[in-house]
């Protein structure tokens, strides 16, 4: 009884503690938790080790502070001790300084869009590399934006322009590379700007429509522009250390609210705006190391805020007005470097300032430009001629080559499946990635295989080696004189294409290589007899022996328990998308429309996912006849181009069985609303995933899944749907780790 009762009394106060640990909704500590993880578990984050504890309640340190409203996180700072503007940085981790290799800015930022409700963002001196990915816009509620004292580079994505409540963006002391947006004008809540120290180039555009605008820091750029209109409402403007030219516009006087304005260290000329000095509320003014030249004029005044201006080392000359003369206790006034008429601060002599202001440049510019025409004009006739005897060689001895361009460029009007491709894209077609190629190391190489050998492999296309047909060709099955097992793809080509330009789509279906694409080991170009032709093309690629993805999800000729789980379902789903993500992003140019089906994933002898009948669009016509006569000319069939929504019938089988998603269209709208509740789940889903996933798991891929099906065609990108899905997995994982611990007490 005693025992009872004091069990009673462990279990209620567990379960109190349990339920008050849990204030917030499970799916944002488990984002918090992620992005610790993506943040390399910096020394700030310890406190987040204990699981249980409840974020929206650690009291705010120097260096964390969490905010919640509503039981969702609404503020995320966090304020890391990694240097930053160390030099050397190229755009990849450095060892101690940013995050590691592993990190990927772009899967953070989808992490942390998950926190739908944040309005303050501050993460800083974190180590994050990277280029900002555009889905950052998806923080639509986002107000305060600080990634100062990171390593981000490139440009600053144009959709943030979408994120209209902005108020405050900042991004100093990165590596931003691109130039200054000119989209900003949407932001109309927008008052502070600063993107200070990073390398900027370019112009600056008019900015007055950033009605709020108070705060602009632009300095340490590389910004060479004339100086541009400025919102009226700015109270401090930066602009130092930038190349700025021109003269200080006219317009500026209206600037009536500025407390501070830098320009300092531009090349700035004419005579500095007198109506600065004296604008009412102007109390720091700094103009040094410009280009100014010219006196003042005598009535200049000072507002009587001023307390420092600084015109140092500019070609000023004539008087110091009355009210810049040091004198005065309270205005620190810099004037040294110029040639004013004064005693005080070091002045350069009279001559020094007229030779900067009239350039030597002007007597010997009349020989320079007469030598500059005479070189270009030399360049010119030279290349015209170079061209010329091109032009005619190519005539005589190459007349196929002309025409090749032409060809090479056809195939893009004519079939909208194949992308474009010119001859220069297939020539430069490059990784992206330098994990993109280490993933294609310790697969065999590619190469070029006589008919002879084919014909031994396949005893000259024997009926047994038949395969079948498959949306691009007939497919045989052949064992190569080394013993290893392939299958070759014969294929009838397009007759438009050249030799050449075909070699040039064969080496660049070379270049297709993954971990989770089906191998293609060489080719083999058959003209017939005919040299200057071809009429087939055999691809040899590897054999995958253990069928289809489709075999084993049904479980059609083997034993029940050899039907796929869950957990085993997903890991096949991601080594697809991690294949089609590499054919979008990982090579130059990328391959789209991959006319994705259930039957070309194959399984290997691990049950590794291999993706085949990838990119063939490039050489071949032929498509899935089958498809063809449905006749659909709905939206459907432009949605097969898309790869994400032929993905998401993948899922979709996975999910519910061939036997229901090959209902597709009537599937579509009926039951697809059904998969979001419980009981729906129950009549559709297969029985076998059922019992092995975790009801979150499940529903994180029904959500992606519809997203991906959607008849609209913003469909989610690859990089998202891998997330999505290794999201599940981990979820999966965590559930079945939780069981494991369950059973065992
Ligand atoms: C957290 O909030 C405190 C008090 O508001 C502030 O002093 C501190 O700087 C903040 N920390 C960060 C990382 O912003
Ligand atoms: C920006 O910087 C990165 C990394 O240093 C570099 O790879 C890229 O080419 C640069 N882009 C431009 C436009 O300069
Ligand atoms: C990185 O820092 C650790 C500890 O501070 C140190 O042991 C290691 O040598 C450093 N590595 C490099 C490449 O600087
Ligand atoms: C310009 O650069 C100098 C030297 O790096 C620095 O001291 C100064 O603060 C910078 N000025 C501005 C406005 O950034
Ligand atoms: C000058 O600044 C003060 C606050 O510093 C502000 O109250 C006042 O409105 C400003 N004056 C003008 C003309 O903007
Ligand atoms: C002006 O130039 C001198 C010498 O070149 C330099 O020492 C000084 O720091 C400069 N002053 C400013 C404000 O740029």
Known sequence: MESCRSFLLLFFTWSFLFLCSHQLPSSQTQVLLQLRKHLEYPNQLEIWKDHTIDFCSISSSALVNITCLDNLVIELRIKGDKPSKISGFNGFSIPNQTLSEAFSLDSFVTTLARLASLKVLSLVSLGIWGQLPDKIHRLTSLEYLDLSSNFLFGSVPPRISAMVKLQTLAMDDNFLNGTIPNWFDSLSSLSTLSLRNNQLKGPLLDLSSLSSLEILDLSGNKLNSLLPSMPIGLVMLVLGNNSFSGEIPQEYRKLRVLQHLDMSFNTLTGTPLAALFSLPNISYLNLASNLFSGSFSGHLSCGSKLDFVDISNNSLTGDLPSCLRTESEKRVVKFRGNCLSVSMQKQHPQSYCNELVTPKKKQSGGKDVGILVGVILGIFVLLVLLVLSLVIFCRRYLPRGV??????????????????????????????????????????????????????????????????????????????????????????????????????????????????????????????????????????????????????????????????????????????????????????????????????????EHDNAKLSDYGLSIISEETDKSMANEGHKSWQMKSLEDDAYSFGYILLEAVVGASISARREAFLLKDMATLNSQEGRKQLVEPIVLATCSQQSLSIVISIMNKCISPEASRPSFEDILWNLQYAVQVQATADGDNRYDTHR
Not at 447 to 469: H, K, P, Y
Request: with cysteine; charged share 20%; proline share 4%.
């Open 403 to 604: 025409s090749e361009q032409h060809l090479l460029h056809k195939p893009v009007q004519d079939n909208p499946v194949a992308v474009g491709f010119s001859t220069e894209m297939l020539t430069n077609a490059r990784f992206i990635s330098q994990s993109a190629k280490a993933g294609m190391q310790g697969l065999p190489g590619c190469r070029a295989f006589s008919l002879e050998e084919l014909v031994d492999a396949t005893r000259n296309f024997d009926n047994s080696a038949f395969l079948g047909e498959g949306s691009y060709g007939k497919l045989y099955k052949g064992r190569l004189e080394n013993g290893i097992q392939v299958v070759i793809r014969c294929l009838l080509v397009s007759k438009k294409y050249t030799i050449r330009n075909l070699k040039l789509r064969l080496d660049l279906l070379a270049k297709l290589r993954h971990p989770h694409l089906v191998c293609l080991l060489g080719h083999c170009l058959d003209g017939g007899g005919d040299d200057y032709s071809v009429n087939k093309v055999y691809l040899v690629s590897e054999y995958v022996p253990n069928g289809t993805f489709r075999a084993k999800l049904s479980g059609i000729g083997s034993r029940p328990e050899k039907v796929l789980n869950w957990p085993r379902r997903l890991s096949v789903l991601i080594g697809v998308a991690k294949a089609v993500h590499f054919l979008h992003t990982g090579i130059i140019p990328g391959f789209f429309s991959n006319r994705l089906k259930m039957n070309n994933i194959l399984l290997n």
